[in-house]
């Protein structure tokens, strides 16, 4: 389990403890002020980070270990993620109470783009989305809140997985989970700073294997990975695919990908004292 789960899991993975749901969490009235002021204080400003972030990135190819570590810092108080499986989403969504679906704030801060594939997940009647601003979006504030069941949330995330989506899951000041969002490579926030080498979301819980007596090198699966996690070697004069655990997060789009189910997925085996 990553470090997350030993402070926050109870034992459990730490998106799995029903504790980091509940509904005395949002009595913490500066939980609610963040969630009232998320758009405007953590998409919106963190577009404008990002792009500066990136700006110095292409000249030095690298950023200030001091700027990483404050970054890396912050997320994990205040909204830090970790790419979970469809069958981490299945039983997490199979056994809320709410569920709600909302524009992805990504990509409409960044693209002026409406995109329904972020997710606020409760255990109780009572939500945290309550407190968002949906004017945001152009719409009015009671607008754009859409709920459903979790069987159709599901398999709404189902199709977005097939689309090339990731599941990656928020806290809304730690350790409280906010929401599921289903991310593309350059749309979403979290998504950018790992291209800046600042870690924002964990690997997931577990990895991609290649069973070399299935595969036959067609390259499917690394077209699929958005990691940059699949590589090649010849083994007994043909080419296999080879996954790096350490660049792999666990998403399992090349499990999808592959015409001869030669993929599949393992608990990854976390270091002593590992943190993603």
Not at 95 to 111: E, G, H, K, Y
Not at 158 to 173: F, P, R, S, Y
Not at 179 to 202: H, S
């Amino acid at each position: 389990m990553c470090e997350f789960c030993t402070r926050h899991g109870d034992g459990k993975v730490w998106f799995k403890n029903a504790a980091n749901y509940a509904r005395d969490l949002m009595a913490d009235l500066n939980r609610r002020r963040y969630i009232r002021e998320f758009f405007t204080n953590t998409i919106e400003a963190g577009i404008v980070t990002i792009g500066r972030l990136e700006t110095i990135y292409r000249k030095k190819k690298t950023l200030p270990e001091r700027v990483v570590r404050q970054m890396v810092s912050k997320a994990e108080e205040e909204h830090f993620g970790q790419v979970v499986t469809i069958e981490d989403i299945r039983e997490i969504v199979g056994r809320a109470a709410t569920v709600v679906r909302i524009p992805c704030a990504c990509r409409w801060a960044a693209l002026k783009k409406e995109a329904r594939c972020c997710y606020s997940v409760s255990y109780s009647p009572e939500t945290w989305y309550r407190d968002l601003d949906m004017s945001y979006f152009g719409t009015a504030p009671d607008m754009g809140l859409e709920s459903l069941s979790p069987a159709a949330a599901i398999a709404q995330m189902e199709a977005l997985e097939q689309e090339g989506a990731v599941h990656t899951i928020w806290t809304m000041i730690t350790p409280f989970i906010g929401a599921i969002c289903n991310c593309r490579p350059g749309d979403c926030l979290g998504l950018r700073t790992l291209d800046l080498g600042v870690e924002t979301m964990y690997r997931g819980e577990q990895t991609a294997q290649v069973d070399g007596g299935l595969c036959n090198g067609c390259g499917s699966c690394a077209e699929a990975c958005h990691f940059g996690a699949i590589g090649g070697r010849e083994d007994a004069g043909a080419y296999r695919a080879e996954i790096d655990p350490e660049k792999c997060f666990g998403c399992g789009l090349c499990r999808n990908r592959c015409p001869r189910e030669a993929i599949s997925m393992r608990p990854r085996a976390w270091g002593k004292g590992s943190r993603r």
